[in-house]
């Protein structure tokens, strides 16, 4: 043989330094026919058009970086190399950087969050918390030194002084904002706040992207304070946005939406104070009345007052009394004479009347004493205490005799 002999391993050496130093720098686009995120980092992929695929690798240190996630359908664009896996002969596509076709990888990892969060029920409108009508403390999680902590700050001071508020520093742009956000997010819930808003001013995609971050959506929706996210300008609407209790279109906006105005409490205390002034003053003008009318009324029921009313009537009858007896005397004076003429008159009738029956009751007592009735021989009969006729006594039938000084009990044995 004139042509030289090589090994397998020299020949996908040859292969390997051929391709890596002809495909580097290469952009390939295509759609991801599989996809394999492994425990270590590491995104195994491959990319298909519609008459080919490529076997394609993403280290972990590569993949850390991504803004979305690569999944299965969708169309990309990678940025590597081609490199030869030399123990098998198996060359594959070594991505160092994906993108989104046609659309810039943020929007594209917005919108696959954004669905994520969703079905996770993390925008529903029943599970979010009310505002408090009446705030007393505020959290405010921001940047220190930033211009939206400043806006708010100066909002606070016009229309609502009295609040006490705290201020939890944290980075709100770049790689290790999104951690921090979301640790002052769970560092403020434990601050007996009544309410915790979150946000930064006006920026771009990148500046305005920690907003964005699943890690801050969950501090969001585990929060038990009511949270109000006031991020960028109006036209910005971050996924902060979606998860919290109230959004706000601005940090500003935020204080004015939820805060009252010190000037329009002002007013209508004021007219509140007139109303209550007015409605006091009528209810102390009424109160004066009943109160009159029911002194009126415990004057004429008390005690001393019926007392006195009860003495002087004491005293009107005590002297008609003593008016109508002195009348009565008067007037029966002059019949006194006379009356007891008549009085001694009927007196001594009376007198003689009972002289006389008196004298027939003794001499009828007379006529009917036994002792004197009875002559010698002769005895009164009795029955029962009654005096009878001898005639009367029937046969067997008992009867007393007695005379004057003698009383026998007797039996009729015989009447003839």
């Known amino acids: 043989m004139s042509q030289s ?3 397998v391993s020299s020949l996908n050496t040859k292969i390997k330094s051929l391709l890596e130093a002809t495909f580097m720098h290469i952009l390939v686009e295509g759609e991801v026919a599989s996809v394999t995120y492994h425990t270590s980092g590491h995104v195994y992929f491959s990319l298909k058009d519609k008459e080919s695929s490529i076997k394609c690798v993403m280290w972990r240190s590569s993949a850390a970086k991504l803004k979305f996630r690569i999944e299965k359908g969708v169309h990309i664009v990678i940025e590597g190399s081609v490199g030869v896996y030399t123990p098998r002969g198996e060359y594959q596509f070594y991505a160092v950087h ?8 943020l929007a594209l990892a917005y919108e696959q969050l954004k669905e994520k969060l969703k079905d996770k029920g993390y925008f529903d409108a029943q599970r979010k918390k009310p505002i408090p009508k009446h705030i007393q403390k505020i959290a405010l999680v921001t940047a220190k030194e930033s211009a939206a902590l400043h806006d708010m700050l100066k909002i606070i001071e016009q229309r609502w002084p009295l609040l006490e508020v705290v201020i939890v520093d944290t980075l709100v742009q ?23 808003v979150v946000g930064r001013g006006g920026g771009s995609t990148e500046d305005l992207w920690p907003f964005n971050e699943e890690v801050v959506a969950d501090a969001i929706f585990s929060m038990d304070t009511p949270v109000v996210s006031a991020v960028g300008h109006e036209v910005d609407v971050m996924i902060s946005d979606l998860v919290a209790d109230l959004r706000a ?3 500003s906006a ?17 007219e509140i104070g007139g109303r209550f002034t007015y409605v006091i003053g009528q209810k102390l003008h009424q109160w004066v009345r009943e109160l009159k009318h029911t002194e009126e009324i415990l004057l004429r029921s008390s005690p001393n007052r019926r007392l006195q009313e009860t003495q002087i009537e004491f005293i009107r009858l005590e002297e008609e009394f003593k008016r109508v007896i002195k009348h009565k005397i008067e007037r029966f004076s002059s019949a006194v004479p006379e009356l007891l003429k008549h009085y001694r008159q009927n007196l001594g009738f009376i007198v003689e009347q ?11 007592l007379r006529m009917n004493d036994p002792k004197l009735q009875c002559r010698k021989g002769w005895a009164q009969t009795s029955v029962e205490g009654k005096a009878v006729a001898l005639s009367s006594i029937e046969v067997d039938q008992k009867f007393i005799i007695q005379d004057e000084t003698t009383r026998i009990e007797a039996l009729c044995l015989k009447k003839t």
Not at 98 to 105: F, I, L, R, S, T
Not at 254 to 267: C, S, T
């Open 354 to 364: 009972k002289s006389q029956y008196l004298e027939y009751m003794d001499k009828k």
């Open 254 to 270: 935020a204080m004015e939406m939820i805060l009252p105005d010190r000037q329009e409490i002002l007013y209508a205390l004021d």
């Open 98 to 105: 994906v993108e989104p076709y046609g659309k810039g990888a």
């Open 249 to 251: 279109p601005t940090p």
């Open 174 to 196: 770049g790689e290790q904002a999104a951690a921090q956000i979301a640790k002052a997010l769970h560092y403020a819930d434990r601050l007996d706040a009544d309410v915790v």
């Open 5 to 7: 002999m090589m090994s």
